[in-house]
């Protein structure tokens, strides 16, 4: 098992960046938003990374975070997601982004991955509702609302109520849930308020 890999960014691919350690040249498939984070050519970079074997293969999968590999292993987990069907969720999305559409039933935001379908999405979804933490996003904790609503449910009733509202006004449910979690609030407030918060927060996501 190779848990990461630090050496010199030798070059760029068009799927893989080649780093140099040691006098020997590593291809790392990696996702083109991972590539785009990279450092200039030359310059020293630390990938963490997921080792496929294969009958005929071995490939190397790079992220830049610890927590990008550990989401990447959870998706890749999911029946009918390969390595690059990973990659792909992971270049279309953040790790907080895919919490988010997990946990908001956003079938259509992870669905917009390359070679992921609807029914692929569909699955994600209800095969990681449970495993990705979403006391991760965010810090965990909001005003008025604990580590472990968070978890179970992400939100209480009130807030419920706005997501639904913004996602009626137009917006996605995913972008609706990040601004509603950023607003914070409480049960003691207003659908309104909550709503209000969270058009203020639409402006940062």
Do not use: C, H, W
Not at 133 to 144: A, C, R
């Amino acid at each position: 098992m190779i848990a990461y890999i630090r050496g010199t960014l030798e070059d760029l691919e068009e799927d893989k960046a080649v780093i140099d350690v040691g006098g020997i040249g590593y291809g790392v498939f990696m996702s083109g938003q991972s590539m785009s984070r990279l450092p200039n050519l030359g310059e020293e970079v630390k990938l963490y990374t997921y080792l496929n074997v294969k009958e005929d293969a071995m490939q190397l999968y790079g992220f830049l975070t610890k927590d990008e590999l550990e989401v990447y292993k959870l998706v890749i987990s999911v029946s009918g997601i390969g390595p690059k069907g990973g990659l792909s969720v992971l270049g279309q999305m953040t790790p907080n982004d895919l919490r988010f559409a997990v946990m908001a039933n956003d079938v259509k935001a992870i669905s917009k991955a390359p070679g992921i379908g609807k029914k692929t999405a569909e699955k994600l979804i209800l095969e990681l509702k449970d495993k990705l933490k979403f006391e991760d996003t965010l810090g965990g904790t909001m005003d008025g609302t604990s580590a472990d609503t968070a978890a179970a449910t992400g939100i209480g009733q009130i807030q419920k109520e706005a997501v639904e509202a913004l996602v009626a006004l137009g917006y996605g449910s995913t972008e609706a849930l990040q601004a509603v979690k950023k607003a914070g609030g409480s049960e003691q407030l207003s659908v309104e308020d909550v709503l209000k918060q969270a058009l203020k927060q639409m402006a940062f996501i």
